[in-house]
């Protein structure tokens, strides 16, 4: 089962944000079962995104989880162009509204902003693609969405971390089942990479497994990491390239 | 002048490693003056970096930032893929060759290595697509490669940070001319970003910038970057927010 990452956000682009938020979604992805295939990143912009999320759905992964754009600001304009890219309405949903506006009390409650009431930039994280499904936000303010669309399952995810986090494990993982990957990581004990590259594609040619292989300079030792479906192709993998003379230690 | 930044790794798409290289080279060319306007990470696959690398071509950035794939391994599959996306041979380059051996010659002297001969992996860093120049790598064996095609600059560069960074520094920025963005860092004093989002939306339709603002959390600031081509845009814009009643701090 295929999935893409698409992150979104300006600084990003600019360099003054490292994209740690689509490694993590990519990281829990995996252990899921599906292999990551591609991340996108483009900046706050509706065209940009549109083209993006267009694109990826022409693709037709099975997951497509999106993050970032979802505050109050001008530059906040992802739920837009998502519905714009899916030929949806975007639907000012009574229920986010509500939720959105019990928050802004409880901050100011906190003594944390000024005014608590409802205005134009806060009432428009209340706008989902029309059909989708709120995803509760416990951190921050901005509700995520829910959309099956042509037999991709999208999530759309805030770009904070704590945020994305948070909605990732509570709302996102509990929809994609439980079928896991399985991963080990091995250290070869060997001079040279590229001696071992003969020996990792004759394993790759045989087994149901992928393999990735770190350079750590040129030094003893070489981590791989071996990915499959089950404990047992990764052993009778590892065991193959035992005989092939490759010294394995476990873990690095 | 448009940018796009592609980096290559299984290890990028299964979350075992942030993609931080692909933020530092942003980072450089917006400094340079570029709009990066796209970010891709695919695999090491070949098929699926010819794809990304004809979809971003028929986008037309000015420039095109590529990096990973070029060690020995049997992942290593980069300048196949890029010589395959642009319809051009593979070249065993004769000067590459003698580089890499120099450096394996090198690396034996020290006792890093046992074997210091050339072997097929290590030979299959000496092929660059046919038209392209080295670029050199001061750090590691495998060359880079600069191709300029159909008016798009295509730089290919290793993925381990060190020796990207250096080719980056050393081969690839003296290659892009002296224009340079202006960027300023200001501290917004208000209590809400949704406050703040009308005033930006005027200061961007009225003057030649862009705006990015970071959510910092509900305190006192927000974190904005205002972009420009001189910094005289960027003083006119800070004005006129004033005029609008934002306080500013410099820096943050």
Same mark, same amino acid.
């Given at each position: 089962? !295929?999935?893409? =990452? !698409?992150?979104?956000?300006? *600084? ?9 938020? &689509? /490694?993590?979604?990519?990281?829990? !992805? ?6 990551? #295939? %591609? @991340? ?9 995104? +549109? $083209? ?5 759905? /022409? #693709? ?9 754009? !979802? ?26 509204? $509500? ?5 802004? #009390? ?15 930039? $806060? ?24 959309? *099956? ?13 704590? *945020? ?5 494990? %509570?709302?996102?993982?509990? %929809?994609?089942?439980? %079928? @896991?990957?399985?991963? $080990? +990581?091995?250290?070869?004990? =060997?001079?040279?990479? &590229? ?9 790759? *040619?045989?087994? /149901?497994?992928?393999?990735?292989? &770190?350079? +750590?300079?040129?030094? #003893? ?11 047992? /192709?990764?052993?009778?993998? @590892? &065991? ?13």
């Amino acid at each position: 089962m !295929l999935a893409e =990452i !698409l992150t979104i956000g300006d *600084e990003l682009l600019t360099g003054h944000t490292v994209d740690s938020n &689509s /490694s993590y979604i990519a990281q829990k !992805l995996t252990e899921r079962g599906y292999w990551v #295939r %591609r @991340k996108t990143t483009v900046g706050d912009d509706v065209e940009e995104i +549109k $083209r993006a999320v267009g694109e990826i759905i /022409s #693709r037709k992964p099975s997951v497509l989880v999106i993050s970032g754009g !979802l505050g109050p600001t001008h530059d906040d304009v992802t739920m837009l162009a998502v519905a714009e890219a899916l030929g949806r309405r975007l639907i000012l949903r009574d229920d986010c509204l $509500r939720r959105i506006e019990k928050f802004y #009390r409880e901050l100011h409650k906190k003594g944390l902003i000024d005014d608590p009431e409802l205005n134009e930039a $806060r009432r428009k994280m209340a706008h989902l693609p029309e059909g989708a499904e709120p995803l509760e936000n416990t951190v921050g303010a901005a509700p995520g969405a829910y959309i *099956e669309h042509e037999d991709v399952k999208i999530f759309v995810l805030p770009g904070m971390p704590g *945020e994305m986090k948070a909605m990732l494990e %509570r709302e996102v993982l509990p %929809r994609l089942g439980a %079928r @896991k990957f399985v991963q $080990r +990581k091995l250290l070869a004990e =060997i001079t040279d990479e &590229s001696k071992l590259a003969p020996v990792l594609t004759e394993a790759l *040619e045989r087994f /149901s497994i992928r393999i990735h292989s &770190s350079p +750590k300079g040129f030094g #003893r030792f070489i981590g791989i990491i071996i990915f499959a479906e089950d404990e047992e /192709s990764i052993e009778k993998a @590892k &065991s193959f390239m035992e005989e092939k003379g490759i010294l394995f230690e476990e873990g690095w």
